[in-house]
């Protein structure tokens, strides 16, 4: 069955720094990964999408993710973090034989100023 | 609208009552999916439409859950004689097509108080 770990409940990272939260799949075959981003109150808004091909992924508000057959994993990166990126970071794993998403419990990220 | 509208975006009810929580996905959608999260959770699958066909409902909880799409667009998740464990916020999205890798556009979501 699908599955998604998040290790990371919660990040405190400084403005400006770099940011890497760790995503882990569970999935038979070639899986369709979603990394979503959402902001207290309100609903989920997509950051970036794998299906295949190159496995470095740009998204939306300066984010990448690097899909990692080997090691099961679709890690978000950002190099600069900013006040703004402050929020609930999910990432999700979608099967081509079924509707479902199945996500990850999710990573809080907090920004120091 | 430009995005998927749920409403009431809060709803607060005494244990025992039914609730309707509506969903209008984006114009043109045809996949509607409902998804329900607790607290410090990420979103769990409950049921999904393609149209007005509920294709899948295998994540509803128990049969006081009960979906519906009858024209294909406009979606109401009905909960009968609700429980304190049904307290969550509960979101929709919707996608283009049907097809799994399809990205979700999700609402806003209702969150749900069980008195």
């Known amino acids: 069955a699908q599955s998604v770990t998040q290790p990371d409940i919660h990040i405190t990272v400084s403005e400006g720094a770099s940011l890497e939260l760790r995503c882990n799949y569970s999935y038979g075959a070639t899986p369709y990964l979603f990394w979503y981003v959402q902001s207290p109150g309100q609903g989920l808004q997509l950051l970036l999408k794998?299906?295949?091909?190159?496995?470095l992924v740009q998204g939306i508000k300066g984010f990448e993710a690097e899909f990692k057959r080997s090691q099961s994993s679709f890690n978000l990166r950002k190099p600069s973090v900013h006040w703004s990126d402050a929020a609930e970071y999910f990432c999700?794993?979608?099967?081509?034989?079924?509707?479902?998403?199945?996500f990850g419990t999710g990573t809080s990220l907090t920004v120091i100023p | 609208g430009a995005g998927v509208s749920q409403s009431p975006r809060y709803k607060v009810a005494k244990r025992g009552q039914d609730v309707a929580l509506r969903c209008d996905p984006i114009?043109?959608?045809?996949?509607l999916f409902w998804y329900q999260q607790a607290l410090g959770q990420g979103p769990e699958f409950l049921t999904y439409?393609?149209?007005?066909?509920?294709?899948?409902k295998s994540g509803l909880p128990s049969d006081r859950f009960f979906a519906e799409r009858p024209e294909g667009s406009v979606s109401t998740l009905k909960i009968q004689r609700t429980q304190q464990e049904d307290s969550a916020v509960y979101l929709c999205a919707s996608s283009s097509k049907g097809y799994s890798n399809q990205p979700q556009h999700f609402g806003d979501g209702t969150r749900l108080s069980i008195l």
């Open positions: 114009s043109g959608h045809v996949s």
């Open positions: 794998y299906f295949s091909g190159d496995t």
């Open positions: 439409f393609q149209n007005e066909a509920q294709l899948d």
């Open positions: 999700a794993v979608a099967g081509n034989t079924g509707n479902q998403f199945y």
